[in-house]
Protein backbone atom coordinates (compact mmCIF):
# COMPACT_ATOMS: atom_id res chain seq x y z
CA UNK A 1 0.00 0.00 0.00
CA UNK A 2 1.00 3.13 -0.94
CA UNK A 3 0.53 6.26 1.48
CA UNK A 4 0.20 9.73 0.01
CA UNK A 5 0.49 11.12 3.49
CA UNK A 6 1.59 10.44 6.78
CA UNK A 7 1.67 12.36 10.10
CA UNK A 8 3.84 10.57 12.68
CA UNK A 9 4.16 11.95 16.30
CA UNK A 10 2.95 15.18 15.54
CA UNK A 11 2.30 17.71 18.31
CA UNK A 12 0.93 21.40 18.36
CA UNK A 13 0.80 23.95 20.86
CA UNK A 14 -1.11 27.09 20.93
CA UNK A 15 1.03 29.72 23.55
CA UNK A 16 -0.43 32.76 24.50
CA UNK A 17 1.96 35.17 22.82
CA UNK A 18 1.03 37.92 25.66
CA UNK A 19 4.19 38.34 27.82
CA UNK A 20 1.73 39.41 30.38
CA UNK A 21 -0.50 37.01 30.21
CA UNK A 22 2.30 34.12 29.91
CA UNK A 23 2.65 32.48 32.92
CA UNK A 24 -1.17 32.13 32.90
CA UNK A 25 -0.70 29.89 29.61
CA UNK A 26 2.20 28.44 30.01
CA UNK A 27 -0.13 25.37 30.79
CA UNK A 28 -1.75 25.15 27.66
CA UNK A 29 -2.41 21.14 27.05
CA UNK A 30 -1.42 20.53 23.16
CA UNK A 31 -3.89 21.33 20.58
CA UNK A 32 -2.41 17.81 19.37
CA UNK A 33 -0.62 15.70 21.17
CA UNK A 34 1.49 13.02 19.54
CA UNK A 35 -0.65 12.75 16.57
CA UNK A 36 0.13 9.72 13.53
CA UNK A 37 -1.92 8.47 11.20
CA UNK A 38 -1.40 7.21 7.70
CA UNK A 39 -3.93 7.79 4.38
CA UNK A 40 -3.56 5.57 1.68
CA UNK A 41 -3.53 6.73 -2.12
CA UNK A 42 -7.04 6.36 -3.55
CA UNK A 43 -8.85 6.24 0.03
CA UNK A 44 -11.34 8.45 1.68
CA UNK A 45 -10.04 9.12 5.38
CA UNK A 46 -12.19 10.42 7.94
CA UNK A 47 -11.31 12.52 11.08
CA UNK A 48 -14.09 12.66 13.44
CA UNK A 49 -14.05 13.89 16.94
CA UNK A 50 -16.21 17.12 18.73
CA UNK A 51 -15.50 20.46 18.27
CA UNK A 52 -11.85 22.04 19.77
CA UNK A 53 -10.60 18.38 19.85
CA UNK A 54 -8.01 19.51 17.58
CA UNK A 55 -9.26 18.30 14.30
CA UNK A 56 -9.06 21.58 12.30
CA UNK A 57 -4.98 22.05 13.54
CA UNK A 58 -4.05 19.13 11.70
CA UNK A 59 -5.37 19.98 8.89
CA UNK A 60 -3.72 23.37 9.06
CA UNK A 61 -0.58 21.72 10.10
CA UNK A 62 -0.84 19.62 6.83
CA UNK A 63 -1.48 22.77 4.50
CA UNK A 64 1.03 25.00 6.29
CA UNK A 65 -1.26 27.05 7.77
CA UNK A 66 0.01 26.64 11.23
CA UNK A 67 3.55 25.13 12.51
CA UNK A 68 3.50 21.91 14.48
CA UNK A 69 6.48 21.83 16.95
CA UNK A 70 7.16 18.23 16.64
CA UNK A 71 7.09 15.96 14.33
CA UNK A 72 6.75 14.62 10.80
CA UNK A 73 4.59 15.30 8.12
CA UNK A 74 5.58 13.29 4.90
CA UNK A 75 3.44 14.32 1.74
CA UNK A 76 4.22 11.09 -0.91
CA UNK A 77 7.59 10.36 1.44
CA UNK A 78 8.67 14.09 1.38
CA UNK A 79 8.95 16.07 5.15
CA UNK A 80 6.69 19.15 4.46
CA UNK A 81 8.05 20.73 7.87
CA UNK A 82 11.61 20.50 7.01
CA UNK A 83 11.36 21.10 3.32
CA UNK A 84 12.56 24.29 1.40
CA UNK A 85 9.58 26.81 1.00
CA UNK A 86 10.63 26.15 -2.65
CA UNK A 87 9.95 22.44 -2.49
CA UNK A 88 7.05 22.97 -0.80
CA UNK A 89 4.92 25.75 -3.35
CA UNK A 90 5.45 22.91 -5.98
CA UNK A 91 3.80 20.56 -3.44
CA UNK A 92 1.12 22.48 -2.26
CA UNK A 93 -0.27 22.48 -6.09
CA UNK A 94 -1.04 18.59 -5.47
CA UNK A 95 -3.02 19.16 -1.96
CA UNK A 96 -5.81 21.31 -1.97
CA UNK A 97 -7.75 22.35 1.02
CA UNK A 98 -12.23 23.04 1.23
CA UNK A 99 -13.06 25.30 4.10
CA UNK A 100 -15.98 24.97 6.47
CA UNK A 101 -17.71 27.99 5.56
CA UNK A 102 -18.66 28.59 2.33
CA UNK A 103 -19.67 32.26 2.36
CA UNK A 104 -16.10 33.58 3.96
CA UNK A 105 -13.76 31.36 1.25
CA UNK A 106 -14.63 33.30 -2.25
CA UNK A 107 -13.81 37.23 -2.46
CA UNK A 108 -17.27 38.89 -2.04
CA UNK A 109 -15.94 41.45 -4.80
CA UNK A 110 -14.27 38.80 -7.44
CA UNK A 111 -16.44 36.95 -9.90
CA UNK A 112 -16.33 33.05 -9.35
CA UNK A 113 -14.28 33.07 -12.71
CA UNK A 114 -11.25 34.88 -11.21
CA UNK A 115 -11.56 33.15 -7.58
CA UNK A 116 -11.51 29.75 -9.48
CA UNK A 117 -8.96 31.10 -11.68
CA UNK A 118 -6.44 32.29 -9.44
CA UNK A 119 -4.57 28.93 -7.87
CA UNK A 120 -3.76 28.89 -12.17
CA UNK A 121 -2.41 32.13 -11.57
CA UNK A 122 -0.93 32.05 -8.24
CA UNK A 123 1.14 28.63 -9.92
CA UNK A 124 1.55 30.14 -13.33
CA UNK A 125 -0.37 27.52 -15.07
CA UNK A 126 -1.10 27.72 -18.77
CA UNK A 127 -2.01 30.41 -20.99
CA UNK A 128 -4.75 32.73 -20.69
CA UNK A 129 -6.92 31.33 -23.04
CA UNK A 130 -6.20 27.60 -21.50
CA UNK A 131 -6.82 29.16 -17.88
CA UNK A 132 -10.31 30.43 -19.25
CA UNK A 133 -10.99 26.60 -20.46
CA UNK A 134 -9.37 24.88 -16.99
CA UNK A 135 -12.47 27.17 -15.61
CA UNK A 136 -15.38 26.61 -17.04
CA UNK A 137 -14.47 22.95 -17.33
CA UNK A 138 -13.83 23.28 -13.48
CA UNK A 139 -17.56 24.80 -13.27
CA UNK A 140 -18.68 21.32 -15.41
CA UNK A 141 -16.91 19.12 -12.97
CA UNK A 142 -18.87 20.91 -9.96
CA UNK A 143 -22.43 20.48 -12.34
CA UNK A 144 -22.86 24.47 -12.53
CA UNK A 145 -23.79 25.84 -15.49
CA UNK A 146 -20.72 27.90 -17.42
CA UNK A 147 -22.81 30.92 -16.78
CA UNK A 148 -21.39 31.13 -13.04
CA UNK A 149 -18.38 31.88 -14.50
CA UNK A 150 -19.56 35.78 -14.42
CA UNK A 151 -21.71 35.42 -11.13
CA UNK A 152 -21.00 36.83 -7.44
CA UNK A 153 -21.07 35.19 -4.41
CA UNK A 154 -23.95 36.67 -3.41
CA UNK A 155 -26.00 35.33 -6.20
CA UNK A 156 -25.05 32.09 -4.59
CA UNK A 157 -26.70 29.61 -2.53
CA UNK A 158 -24.80 27.44 0.18
CA UNK A 159 -24.44 25.05 -1.90
CA UNK A 160 -23.64 26.64 -5.04
CA UNK A 161 -20.69 28.59 -2.99
CA UNK A 162 -19.47 24.99 -1.83
CA UNK A 163 -19.54 23.61 -5.75
CA UNK A 164 -17.28 26.77 -6.55
CA UNK A 165 -15.04 25.80 -2.97
CA UNK A 166 -14.50 22.50 -4.90
CA UNK A 167 -14.11 23.83 -8.26
CA UNK A 168 -11.06 26.22 -6.95
CA UNK A 169 -9.29 23.31 -5.08
CA UNK A 170 -9.71 20.64 -8.12
CA UNK A 171 -8.69 23.05 -11.10
CA UNK A 172 -5.10 22.60 -10.46
CA UNK A 173 -5.95 18.96 -10.54
CA UNK A 174 -4.53 17.77 -6.95
CA UNK A 175 -3.61 14.63 -5.26
CA UNK A 176 -5.34 15.12 -2.02
CA UNK A 177 -7.79 17.00 -1.00
CA UNK A 178 -8.76 18.06 2.50
CA UNK A 179 -12.08 18.83 3.58
CA UNK A 180 -12.66 20.67 6.77
CA UNK A 181 -16.06 20.38 7.75
CA UNK A 182 -17.28 20.75 4.21
CA UNK A 183 -20.64 19.96 4.79
CA UNK A 184 -21.21 21.06 7.89
CA UNK A 185 -22.99 24.36 7.63
CA UNK A 186 -24.97 22.67 4.26
CA UNK A 187 -28.96 21.45 4.81
CA UNK A 188 -28.92 17.60 4.98
CA UNK A 189 -30.16 17.11 1.28
CA UNK A 190 -27.32 19.48 -0.05
CA UNK A 191 -24.86 17.92 2.12
CA UNK A 192 -25.94 14.36 0.47
CA UNK A 193 -25.75 16.22 -2.93
CA UNK A 194 -22.15 17.48 -2.13
CA UNK A 195 -20.88 14.06 -0.54
CA UNK A 196 -22.10 12.62 -3.91
CA UNK A 197 -20.37 15.13 -6.13
CA UNK A 198 -17.17 14.47 -4.21
CA UNK A 199 -17.47 10.50 -5.04
CA UNK A 200 -18.16 11.43 -8.47
CA UNK A 201 -15.05 13.66 -8.97
CA UNK A 202 -12.88 11.12 -6.64
CA UNK A 203 -13.60 8.58 -9.26
CA UNK A 204 -12.79 10.83 -12.32
CA UNK A 205 -9.74 12.18 -11.41
CA UNK A 206 -8.34 9.52 -8.49
CA UNK A 207 -8.40 11.76 -5.63
CA UNK A 208 -7.57 11.20 -2.28
CA UNK A 209 -9.29 12.58 0.22
CA UNK A 210 -8.90 13.70 4.22
CA UNK A 211 -12.55 14.24 5.15
CA UNK A 212 -12.77 16.13 8.89
CA UNK A 213 -16.15 16.35 10.72
CA UNK A 214 -17.75 16.49 13.78
CA UNK A 215 -20.35 14.45 12.54
CA UNK A 216 -19.68 10.65 12.80
CA UNK A 217 -22.64 10.09 10.45
CA UNK A 218 -21.91 11.67 7.43
CA UNK A 219 -17.68 10.48 7.98
CA UNK A 220 -19.49 6.72 8.00
CA UNK A 221 -21.54 7.41 5.11
CA UNK A 222 -18.39 8.85 3.69
CA UNK A 223 -15.17 7.61 4.39
CA UNK A 224 -13.45 3.95 4.45
CA UNK A 225 -11.07 4.63 7.67
CA UNK A 226 -11.65 6.73 10.53
CA UNK A 227 -9.53 8.71 12.86
CA UNK A 228 -11.26 9.42 16.12
CA UNK A 229 -9.97 12.44 17.85
CA UNK A 230 -10.38 13.73 21.42
CA UNK A 231 -8.37 16.38 23.46
CA UNK A 232 -5.69 16.22 20.76
CA UNK A 233 -5.06 12.59 20.96
CA UNK A 234 -5.83 9.69 18.48
CA UNK A 235 -8.31 7.53 19.91
CA UNK A 236 -9.03 4.93 17.72
CA UNK A 237 -8.72 4.39 13.45
CA UNK A 238 -11.53 1.51 12.64
CA UNK A 239 -12.76 0.68 8.87
CA UNK A 240 -16.21 2.17 8.11
CA UNK A 241 -17.17 -1.54 6.79
CA UNK A 242 -16.92 -2.91 10.05
CA UNK A 243 -19.96 -2.00 11.48
CA UNK A 244 -19.58 -4.51 15.06
CA UNK A 245 -19.26 -1.02 17.08
CA UNK A 246 -18.74 -3.51 19.94
CA UNK A 247 -15.21 -3.77 19.16
CA UNK A 248 -14.92 0.16 19.14
CA UNK A 249 -13.18 2.42 21.83
CA UNK A 250 -15.39 3.51 24.87
CA UNK A 251 -15.24 7.38 23.43
CA UNK A 252 -16.06 6.32 19.59
CA UNK A 253 -19.07 4.88 21.64
CA UNK A 254 -20.17 8.21 23.38
CA UNK A 255 -19.42 9.94 20.08
CA UNK A 256 -22.14 7.84 18.69
CA UNK A 257 -24.56 8.69 21.44
CA UNK A 258 -23.69 12.29 21.58
CA UNK A 259 -24.55 12.87 17.94
CA UNK A 260 -27.51 15.00 17.99
CA UNK A 261 -25.81 16.95 21.09
CA UNK A 262 -22.55 17.68 19.40
CA UNK A 263 -22.74 21.17 17.44
CA UNK A 264 -20.03 23.53 16.43
CA UNK A 265 -18.59 26.04 18.08
N1 LIG B 1 -4.97 29.80 16.06
C1 LIG B 1 -5.17 29.34 17.28
N2 LIG B 1 -4.69 29.99 18.36
C2 LIG B 1 -4.89 29.53 19.61
N3 LIG B 1 -5.55 28.39 19.91
C3 LIG B 1 -6.06 27.69 18.88
C4 LIG B 1 -5.91 28.12 17.53
N4 LIG B 1 -6.51 27.20 16.71
C5 LIG B 1 -7.03 26.26 17.52
N5 LIG B 1 -6.77 26.54 18.81
C6 LIG B 1 -7.16 25.73 19.98
O1 LIG B 1 -6.74 24.39 19.71
C7 LIG B 1 -7.72 23.46 20.15
C8 LIG B 1 -8.16 22.60 18.97
O2 LIG B 1 -8.87 23.41 18.05
P1 LIG B 1 -9.27 22.93 16.60
O3 LIG B 1 -8.10 22.29 15.97
O4 LIG B 1 -9.89 24.09 15.90
O5 LIG B 1 -10.37 21.81 16.93
P2 LIG B 1 -11.57 21.25 16.04
O6 LIG B 1 -11.30 21.57 14.61
O7 LIG B 1 -11.57 19.78 16.34
O8 LIG B 1 -12.82 21.90 16.54
C9 LIG B 1 -8.84 24.28 20.76
O9 LIG B 1 -8.65 24.31 22.14
C10 LIG B 1 -8.65 25.65 20.15
O10 LIG B 1 -9.11 26.65 21.00
MG1 LIG C 1 -12.50 22.55 13.17
Known amino acids: MT ?6 HMTKTFNESSFLLRRRFDNTPPAVDDFSLSIASGESFGLVGESGSGKSTVANSIMGLVKPEAGEILFEGHDLLTMSQQERRALYQEMQMVFQDPYSTLDPKKTVGWSIMEPLNIHKIGSKAERKQMVLEALTDVELDEAYFNSYPHQLSGGQHQRIAIASAIVLRPKLLVIDEGVSSLDVSIQAAILNLLNDLKKKYQLTYLFISHDLNVIEYFCDRIAVMYHGKLVEIFDSA ?3 VSKRADYTKKLVEAI ?6
Open 3 to 8: HILEIK
Open 242 to 244: NTD
Open 260 to 265: PQIYLT
